[in-house]
Protein backbone atom coordinates (compact mmCIF):
# COMPACT_ATOMS: atom_id res chain seq x y z
CA UNK A 1 0.00 0.00 0.00
CA UNK A 2 0.66 3.54 -0.14
CA UNK A 3 0.79 4.25 3.72
CA UNK A 4 4.37 4.52 4.53
CA UNK A 5 5.13 7.06 1.35
CA UNK A 6 2.27 9.24 1.23
CA UNK A 7 4.04 12.02 3.06
CA UNK A 8 6.88 11.87 0.72
CA UNK A 9 5.41 11.50 -2.77
CA UNK A 10 5.50 14.66 -4.79
CA UNK A 11 3.49 12.87 -7.86
CA UNK A 12 1.73 9.84 -8.41
CA UNK A 13 1.73 8.32 -12.08
CA UNK A 14 -1.32 5.97 -12.50
CA UNK A 15 -0.28 3.38 -15.57
CA UNK A 16 -2.86 0.85 -16.90
CA UNK A 17 -2.43 -1.56 -19.95
CA UNK A 18 0.88 0.31 -20.84
CA UNK A 19 -0.59 3.53 -20.94
CA UNK A 20 -0.56 6.77 -18.10
CA UNK A 21 -4.29 6.89 -16.91
CA UNK A 22 -3.55 9.41 -14.36
CA UNK A 23 -1.05 11.97 -13.35
CA UNK A 24 -0.98 14.68 -10.45
CA UNK A 25 -0.80 14.60 -6.12
CA UNK A 26 -1.79 11.97 -4.51
CA UNK A 27 -5.14 13.56 -3.35
CA UNK A 28 -6.32 14.41 -6.60
CA UNK A 29 -5.04 10.98 -8.40
CA UNK A 30 -6.89 9.48 -5.12
CA UNK A 31 -9.84 11.68 -5.77
CA UNK A 32 -10.17 10.62 -9.61
CA UNK A 33 -9.83 6.60 -8.82
CA UNK A 34 -12.27 6.83 -6.23
CA UNK A 35 -14.97 8.74 -8.41
CA UNK A 36 -14.06 6.00 -10.90
CA UNK A 37 -15.31 3.08 -8.22
CA UNK A 38 -11.11 1.80 -9.59
CA UNK A 39 -10.01 -1.16 -7.94
CA UNK A 40 -6.59 0.89 -7.41
CA UNK A 41 -8.06 3.03 -4.84
CA UNK A 42 -7.71 -0.07 -2.49
CA UNK A 43 -4.01 0.13 -2.31
CA UNK A 44 -4.35 3.93 -0.68
CA UNK A 45 -3.44 5.03 2.84
CA UNK A 46 -6.31 3.77 5.25
CA UNK A 47 -7.38 7.57 6.56
CA UNK A 48 -7.91 8.60 3.24
CA UNK A 49 -9.76 5.91 2.22
CA UNK A 50 -12.17 6.19 5.12
CA UNK A 51 -12.24 10.04 4.85
CA UNK A 52 -13.59 9.34 1.15
CA UNK A 53 -16.27 6.50 2.16
CA UNK A 54 -17.83 9.01 4.78
CA UNK A 55 -17.61 11.46 2.94
CA UNK A 56 -19.90 10.02 0.27
CA UNK A 57 -22.15 8.91 2.62
CA UNK A 58 -22.48 12.07 4.17
CA UNK A 59 -26.04 14.42 3.05
CA UNK A 60 -25.05 17.58 1.30
CA UNK A 61 -22.13 15.80 -0.62
CA UNK A 62 -24.07 13.67 -3.19
CA UNK A 63 -22.34 14.66 -6.32
CA UNK A 64 -19.22 12.96 -7.89
CA UNK A 65 -17.65 16.91 -8.47
CA UNK A 66 -18.37 17.78 -4.39
CA UNK A 67 -17.13 14.57 -3.36
CA UNK A 68 -14.12 15.09 -5.68
CA UNK A 69 -13.43 18.86 -4.26
CA UNK A 70 -13.11 17.39 -0.84
CA UNK A 71 -11.00 14.43 -1.08
CA UNK A 72 -8.62 16.64 -3.45
CA UNK A 73 -8.31 19.77 -0.58
CA UNK A 74 -9.10 18.06 3.02
CA UNK A 75 -8.51 14.34 2.54
CA UNK A 76 -6.23 13.03 4.94
CA UNK A 77 -3.31 11.21 3.71
CA UNK A 78 -1.63 10.09 7.19
CA UNK A 79 -2.69 8.32 10.55
CA UNK A 80 -1.85 12.10 12.00
CA UNK A 81 -3.69 13.51 9.57
CA UNK A 82 -6.67 11.04 10.00
CA UNK A 83 -6.77 11.67 13.58
CA UNK A 84 -7.05 15.55 13.30
CA UNK A 85 -9.84 14.97 10.64
CA UNK A 86 -11.56 12.15 13.74
CA UNK A 87 -11.21 14.68 16.31
CA UNK A 88 -12.91 17.54 14.89
CA UNK A 89 -15.93 15.25 13.57
CA UNK A 90 -16.08 13.73 16.75
CA UNK A 91 -16.02 16.86 18.60
CA UNK A 92 -12.76 16.53 20.40
CA UNK A 93 -11.57 19.67 20.84
CA UNK A 94 -8.74 19.48 22.57
CA UNK A 95 -7.43 16.97 20.07
CA UNK A 96 -8.27 18.70 17.29
CA UNK A 97 -5.35 20.74 15.56
CA UNK A 98 -6.18 24.38 14.26
CA UNK A 99 -4.52 23.53 11.09
CA UNK A 100 -5.87 21.74 8.01
CA UNK A 101 -5.12 18.04 7.32
CA UNK A 102 -2.01 17.71 5.18
CA UNK A 103 1.21 16.80 5.93
CA UNK A 104 4.54 18.65 4.39
CA UNK A 105 7.60 17.24 4.11
CA UNK A 106 8.94 19.02 7.76
CA UNK A 107 6.03 17.62 9.67
CA UNK A 108 6.79 14.14 8.42
CA UNK A 109 10.57 14.30 10.13
CA UNK A 110 11.97 14.88 6.22
CA UNK A 111 14.69 17.61 5.47
CA UNK A 112 13.59 19.13 2.30
CA UNK A 113 15.86 18.97 -0.74
CA UNK A 114 16.84 22.60 -2.35
CA UNK A 115 15.47 21.09 -5.58
CA UNK A 116 11.80 20.52 -3.54
CA UNK A 117 12.33 23.82 -1.97
CA UNK A 118 12.58 25.39 -5.38
CA UNK A 119 9.42 23.65 -6.53
CA UNK A 120 7.73 24.99 -3.34
CA UNK A 121 8.26 28.50 -3.96
CA UNK A 122 7.82 28.36 -7.77
CA UNK A 123 11.12 27.80 -9.61
CA UNK A 124 10.43 25.08 -11.77
CA UNK A 125 13.34 22.55 -11.08
CA UNK A 126 14.95 21.00 -14.22
CA UNK A 127 13.79 17.46 -15.22
CA UNK A 128 15.54 14.46 -14.22
CA UNK A 129 13.80 11.96 -16.53
CA UNK A 130 11.88 12.93 -19.96
CA UNK A 131 10.03 10.42 -21.60
CA UNK A 132 8.47 11.56 -24.62
CA UNK A 133 6.01 9.02 -26.88
CA UNK A 134 8.02 5.90 -25.68
CA UNK A 135 6.55 2.81 -27.32
CA UNK A 136 8.02 -0.72 -25.96
CA UNK A 137 6.77 -4.32 -27.32
CA UNK A 138 9.63 -7.47 -26.55
CA UNK A 139 9.24 -8.94 -29.96
CA UNK A 140 8.02 -7.28 -33.71
CA UNK A 141 5.09 -9.47 -33.76
CA UNK A 142 4.18 -8.60 -29.88
CA UNK A 143 1.50 -6.29 -28.49
CA UNK A 144 2.62 -3.59 -27.18
CA UNK A 145 3.95 -3.25 -23.80
CA UNK A 146 4.56 0.84 -23.30
CA UNK A 147 1.86 3.09 -25.31
CA UNK A 148 2.84 6.59 -25.95
CA UNK A 149 4.30 7.54 -22.78
CA UNK A 150 4.60 10.72 -21.44
CA UNK A 151 6.49 11.21 -18.63
CA UNK A 152 8.57 14.02 -17.31
CA UNK A 153 10.36 13.67 -13.55
CA UNK A 154 11.70 17.44 -11.95
CA UNK A 155 14.64 16.69 -10.29
CA UNK A 156 14.42 16.29 -6.99
CA UNK A 157 11.24 14.52 -7.01
CA UNK A 158 9.59 11.57 -5.18
CA UNK A 159 7.26 10.13 -7.86
CA UNK A 160 5.17 6.85 -7.06
CA UNK A 161 4.21 4.69 -10.01
CA UNK A 162 1.42 2.35 -9.49
CA UNK A 163 -0.87 -0.16 -11.80
CA UNK A 164 -2.59 -3.47 -11.45
CA UNK A 165 -0.18 -6.90 -12.51
CA UNK A 166 1.10 -6.46 -16.39
CA UNK A 167 0.63 -2.78 -16.65
CA UNK A 168 3.76 -1.89 -17.45
CA UNK A 169 5.52 -1.00 -14.67
CA UNK A 170 8.42 -2.68 -14.23
CA UNK A 171 8.73 -2.41 -18.94
CA UNK A 172 8.43 1.51 -18.06
CA UNK A 173 11.66 1.23 -15.22
CA UNK A 174 13.67 -0.64 -17.39
CA UNK A 175 13.43 1.57 -20.14
CA UNK A 176 13.89 4.26 -17.93
CA UNK A 177 16.79 3.07 -16.28
CA UNK A 178 18.31 2.34 -19.92
CA UNK A 179 18.26 -1.55 -19.44
CA UNK A 180 15.60 -1.83 -22.48
CA UNK A 181 15.35 0.19 -25.35
CA UNK A 182 12.16 1.40 -26.81
CA UNK A 183 11.20 0.88 -30.56
CA UNK A 184 9.77 4.46 -30.91
CA UNK A 185 10.36 7.72 -28.37
CA UNK A 186 12.72 9.02 -26.37
CA UNK A 187 14.13 9.04 -22.87
CA UNK A 188 16.17 11.56 -21.73
CA UNK A 189 18.31 11.80 -18.40
CA UNK A 190 19.37 15.12 -16.81
CA UNK A 191 23.28 15.92 -17.99
CA UNK A 192 24.03 15.59 -14.40
CA UNK A 193 22.69 11.51 -14.53
CA UNK A 194 24.23 11.43 -17.90
CA UNK A 195 27.73 12.24 -17.25
CA UNK A 196 28.23 9.34 -14.58
CA UNK A 197 29.00 5.76 -15.78
CA UNK A 198 25.89 4.40 -14.90
CA UNK A 199 23.46 6.75 -16.42
CA UNK A 200 20.39 5.33 -13.44
CA UNK A 201 19.98 2.34 -11.50
CA UNK A 202 17.17 0.50 -10.83
CA UNK A 203 15.97 -1.81 -7.54
CA UNK A 204 13.94 -4.64 -8.56
CA UNK A 205 11.02 -6.25 -6.42
CA UNK A 206 13.59 -9.67 -6.56
CA UNK A 207 16.53 -8.84 -4.63
CA UNK A 208 18.03 -12.21 -5.91
CA UNK A 209 18.22 -10.89 -9.69
CA UNK A 210 20.63 -8.30 -8.62
CA UNK A 211 23.10 -10.96 -7.41
CA UNK A 212 25.10 -13.42 -9.74
CA UNK A 213 28.04 -14.34 -7.43
CA UNK A 214 28.45 -16.59 -4.66
CA UNK A 215 29.71 -14.33 -1.61
CA UNK A 216 29.32 -10.76 -1.23
CA UNK A 217 33.07 -10.37 -1.78
CA UNK A 218 32.85 -11.38 -4.75
CA UNK A 219 30.10 -9.21 -5.95
CA UNK A 220 31.79 -6.08 -4.64
CA UNK A 221 35.35 -7.19 -6.43
CA UNK A 222 32.67 -7.56 -10.02
CA UNK A 223 33.10 -4.05 -10.63
CA UNK A 224 36.77 -3.87 -10.07
CA UNK A 225 37.06 -3.57 -14.15
CA UNK A 226 34.98 -1.03 -14.25
CA UNK A 227 36.72 1.05 -11.66
CA UNK A 228 38.61 4.62 -13.60
CA UNK A 229 41.23 4.66 -10.54
CA UNK A 230 44.09 2.64 -9.73
CA UNK A 231 43.57 -0.60 -8.39
CA UNK A 232 44.77 0.48 -4.56
CA UNK A 233 42.38 3.49 -4.59
CA UNK A 234 39.43 1.43 -5.32
CA UNK A 235 40.56 -0.64 -2.79
CA UNK A 236 40.90 2.29 -0.49
CA UNK A 237 37.42 3.02 -1.73
CA UNK A 238 35.94 -0.71 -1.13
CA UNK A 239 37.18 -0.46 2.54
CA UNK A 240 35.64 2.72 3.28
CA UNK A 241 32.09 1.54 1.42
CA UNK A 242 32.52 -1.58 3.82
CA UNK A 243 32.93 0.50 6.73
CA UNK A 244 30.23 2.68 6.15
CA UNK A 245 28.03 0.01 5.51
CA UNK A 246 28.99 -2.45 8.23
CA UNK A 247 28.94 -5.71 6.24
CA UNK A 248 32.21 -6.29 7.27
CA UNK A 249 30.69 -9.83 9.07
CA UNK A 250 28.79 -10.80 5.90
CA UNK A 251 31.87 -10.07 3.08
CA UNK A 252 32.43 -14.13 3.13
CA UNK A 253 28.48 -15.27 3.26
Not at 107 to 129: E, H, K, S, T, W
Request: net charge negative; with cysteine.
Amino acid sequence: TLDRYAAYVDTLIVLEAGAIKGEGSMRSVGAELFTEGSTLFDVFPAPFRIYAECTAAKDGLTSASEQSRALEHVAPLTIREGRVWLSRELGDVENASSSQPGCDASQAGFDMPADLRDCAIGVAPAPALSMHGVRFRFTKNDPDVLKDVDLIVPSGHLCALLGANASGKTTLLRCAGGLLHPYKGKVELASTLASCSRQAVMLPQDATKVFSKETVQEELMEIEPLATCSNEEFMGRMAKMVEMFEISSILNK
